[in-house]
């Protein structure tokens, strides 16, 4: 019951049992807060439902008719039970789950079902959800920013430059490499938030344009760089676009999977074993003109530390974007 208050979970308790009763177990188990009848479910109350967290002398349909209440007040409710009368409150909430020695009716109508005895599976699973919701959260980051970027770019180019920046064959080659380490995040290490996570889609957006924008601004500096100072013919330009648009692939993966800087904690190895072979792989194709117009070697090896510089001073604005809108 700790656990799941310091993870910003109310626990109620809802039970058959004379109200003296329900009070003392509450007390003895850590659950705080009013207690009440249920009969103020019957009566259809919600305020009461909302701002009470131990039920007593309840009858079986009261339990469903909780949910219902707290449902009807803005709550995403999870609920726990065991017997066949707890099956439909298990199938009203968004998360029912059935303990280890449930009836069958309880399990079939769970969501989740715990296999040790005990309480101490919910827990594990919140914070596992929550470990699925930041990798769902880097995955969702990452696509919105690349579409952007690379939308942009691939337009301001043509408009631009009066040339096709990249050639559509090594566009295909992109969706390839990128989402190698796309899929990797699957795999990543993350930690999970101390408290209840919503999808905010306007605040992904607020978030993802404006490094979206960074990583714009650079791809352009090299697309002009390669076109003006370094006199590069058209077709190496195209290369070098290519292998702009990998290595800031990969980078930005790397910036959004953290909310804090992306050093602070490892990636999963799947993840930093994809990126390597990505990077390798896209060089040497680059450098021995496979699928595209052979550069010097000296292209990507510059290209890749000037993506490091560019991860660097981005993530640091990556964290200002992120307090600055609420974090994501």
Request: positive net charge.
């Given at each position: 019951?700790?656990?799941?208050?310091?993870?910003?979970?109310?626990?109620?308790?809802?039970?058959?049992?004379?109200?003296?009763?329900?009070?003392?177990?509450?007390?003895?188990?850590?659950?705080?807060?009013?207690?009440?009848?249920?009969?103020?479910?019957?009566?259809?109350?919600?305020?009461?439902?909302?701002?009470?967290?131990?039920?007593?002398?309840?009858?079986?349909?009261?339990?469903?008719?909780?949910?219902?209440?707290?449902?009807?007040?803005?709550?995403?409710?999870?609920?726990?039970?065991?017997?066949?009368?707890?099956?439909?409150?298990?199938?009203?909430?968004?998360?029912?789950?059935?303990?280890?020695?449930?009836?069958?009716?309880?399990?079939?109508?769970?969501?989740?079902?715990?296999?040790?005895?005990?309480?101490?599976?919910?827990?594990?699973?919140?914070?596992?959800?929550?470990?699925?919701?930041?990798?769902m959260l880097t995955y969702t980051l990452?696509?919105?920013?690349?579409?952007?970027?690379?939308?942009?770019?691939?337009?301001?180019?043509?408009?631009?430059?009066?040339?096709?920046?990249?050639?559509?064959?090594?566009?295909?080659?992109?969706?390839?490499?990128?989402?190698?380490?796309?899929?990797?995040?699957?795999?990543?290490?993350?930690?999970?938030?101390?408290?209840?996570?919503?999808?905010?889609?306007?605040?992904?957006?607020?978030?993802?344009?404006?490094?979206?924008?960074?990583?714009?601004?650079?791809?352009?500096?090299?697309?002009?760089?390669?076109?003006?100072?370094?006199?590069?013919?058209?077709?190496?330009?195209?290369?070098?676009?290519?292998?702009?648009?990998?290595?800031?692939?990969?980078?930005?993966?790397?910036?959004?999977?953290?909310?804090?800087?992306?050093?602070?904690?490892?990636?999963?190895?799947?993840?930093?074993?994809?990126?390597?072979?990505?990077?390798?792989?896209?060089?040497?194709?680059?450098?021995?003109?496979?699928?595209?117009?052979?550069?010097?070697?000296?292209?990507?090896?510059?290209?890749?530390?000037?993506?490091?510089?560019?991860l660097v001073l981005a993530d640091f604005?990556?964290?200002?974007?992120?307090?600055?809108?609420?974090?994501?």
């Amino acid at each position: 019951v700790h656990s799941l208050n310091d993870l910003g979970v109310r626990v109620l308790m809802i039970t058959g049992d004379a109200l003296p009763t329900a009070q003392t177990v509450a007390t003895q188990t850590g659950i705080t807060g009013a207690a009440t009848s249920a009969d103020v479910l019957r009566d259809g109350n919600l305020q009461a439902a909302a701002s009470s967290n131990v039920f007593a002398a309840a009858y079986p349909e009261d339990k469903f008719r909780l949910v219902k209440a707290l449902q009807a007040t803005g709550h995403v409710t999870g609920m726990t039970g065991d017997g066949v009368n707890d099956a439909p409150a298990l199938r009203q909430a968004e998360v029912g789950v059935a303990v280890a020695n449930a009836t069958d009716v309880a399990r079939a109508a769970a969501s989740i079902v715990l296999t040790d005895s005990g309480l101490s599976g919910i827990v594990a699973a919140v914070e596992s959800s929550r470990r699925i919701y930041q990798r769902m959260l880097t995955y969702t980051l990452n696509k919105i920013i690349k579409t952007l970027e690379i939308a942009f770019f691939l337009s301001i180019g043509v408009l631009t430059a009066r040339i096709l920046v990249t050639t559509p064959v090594l566009i295909v080659l992109l969706l390839f490499t990128n989402d190698f380490v796309t899929m990797s995040i699957a795999t990543d290490n993350v930690s999970f938030s101390r408290k209840p996570d919503r999808w905010r889609i306007r605040l992904l957006i607020l978030t993802a344009a404006p490094l979206a924008g960074l990583e714009l601004l650079f791809s352009l500096a090299v697309l002009f760089i390669a076109m003006g100072p370094a006199r590069l013919p058209i077709a190496q330009v195209q290369t070098t676009v290519f292998l702009t648009l990998v290595f800031t692939g990969q980078a930005t993966v790397y910036m959004v999977r953290e909310r804090g800087h992306f050093w602070k904690s490892r990636p999963s190895p799947w993840m930093l074993w994809s990126s390597t072979a990505d990077i390798a792989a896209v060089s040497l194709l680059a450098v021995f003109g496979i699928l595209m117009t052979p550069v010097p070697a000296l292209i990507p090896a510059v290209l890749l530390l000037a993506t490091a510089i560019y991860l660097v001073l981005a993530d640091f604005a990556k964290i200002r974007i992120f307090r600055r809108v609420g974090g994501a």
